[in-house]
């Protein structure tokens, strides 16, 4: 093997074993308008593994960032014509090469630490694939790579934490002056509570207290783990049923990110309880209305679209999410409804995005809310609803007491 052939071998070696460090390319044999080195670099750019190429010109740097099979290819090509040298760094050696009349090649064993991934001109990115909690969770591996087959999850947390950075933005006022508390309904494995935990401490630089409620003894197990090994203070996960974990007034944010079925009204209502000033939910497996859809379409202009179970389901989870949305704003919040990317539950990707608005709504605005929740009920011949049954049911509890004028 000729010495610039076995030079681009370890450097194709280095890089798919992940070893790679850096390397420059110099002896520039161009005129002064040419680059007068090369310099390389891994970065992540978005979680994917890039490299940083920073041209070095006489008097300024350009710097671009290419994927590396396309660098491979571009250094293969420069050596031995723009460029006569090569130095390249990896964890476990260095390898120089000299292309003169007398092509060489030395090879030096030496102990590099792995490169810093940072990217150098990204401000601060809002998921850091080199985050502990993501290595931890199996997301990424040691050096920062979303690893296979987890790329879907990583552009869901991506996503998930654009749509919170936006509803946090827009939530009006700047908090109460504690720690930011936030809660997630039916967290699972904790991916996003980890991410949302992360978010507002490093980028929105909040002093956090948070708690994920899984009803999994086994994946709270796992959770406080992980959130003890990667030093995130405040952070803790419970072994609770939603219905019955009792959220302190007064908290900033509460998600349910496909928490099934009716679990999605038990966590809207307690959002809706404590005063949440947001409210993030991606419902999942609507079950409570489609028996009442069905019901109702018996007769009507709606029989020959719901007499197909597909186009009924989707109904069904349209009217269910419309009446939640419907409901918030009667509490008091603005809601969009935006899409969650979400590769698994490719039909169950919508978000409702809630805020609280600063003011009570006027009594004209609950009464027009009231007629608009009716008249969809009855469209669908719906008799009822879980979010809106827990919030009669406070309503009832509310009544006596504001009657009397008696003080609690
Ligand atoms: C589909 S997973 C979603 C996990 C996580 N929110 C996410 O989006 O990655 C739903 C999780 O909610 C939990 N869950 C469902 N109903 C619940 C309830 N009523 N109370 C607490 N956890 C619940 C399940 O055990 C499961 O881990």
Known sequence: MNPLTE?????????????????????????????????FKPVTIKGRLCCSVVSRYERRDVTKNYDF??????????????????????????AQLELGRKPRLKVIPQTHAPAALEHDRAPIRWVDA???????????????????????????????????????????????????????????????TFAAYDYFRRVEKLAVEATGVETRPDLVGLCNRVAGECGMEGLRFVASNIAEYAVAPGLDCLIALHACNTATDDALFAGITAGARIILTAPCCHKELRPQVDAARQAGPLEDLLRHGLFAERHAEMATDALRAL??????????????????????????????????????????????????????????????????GRRELERPAAASGAVP
């Open 69 to 94: 099979p396309e660098v491979l290819r571009d250094v293969a090509q420069k050596l031995g014509g723009e460029f006569l040298s090569a130095h390249l760094v990896t964890q476990t050696e260095e």
């Open 7 to 39: 030079w681009l071998a370890l450097l194709q070696k280095s890089v798919e074993a992940g070893l790679f460090v850096k390397m420059t390319l110099g002896h520039p044999t161009g005129g002064p308008d040419a680059p007068r080195k090369l310099l």
């Open 130 to 192: 080199n985050a502990a909690y993501l290595k931890a969770l199996e997301v990424t591996d040691a050096r920062g790579r979303v690893r296979e087959r987890m790329g879907d999850k990583f552009r869901q947390i991506e996503r998930f934490v654009d749509l919170l950075a936006s509803a946090y933005k827009e939530s009006a006022g700047a908090g109460h002056g504690g720690p930011f508390t936030f809660c997630d309904m039916g967290c699972g494995k904790g991916y996003l």
């Open 327 to 392: 409901l918030l704003e009667r509490e008091g919040y603005r809601v969009r409804v935006g899409e969650f990317v979400s590769l698994e539950h490719t039909a169950k990707n919508v978000m409702l995005i809630a805020t609280r608005r600063e003011t009570p709504l006027a009594p004209a605005a609950v009464a027009d809310l009231d007629r608009r929740i009716a008249r969809l009920k009855a469209f669908y011949g719906i008799e009822h609803q879980f979010l809106e049954t827990l919030l009669l």
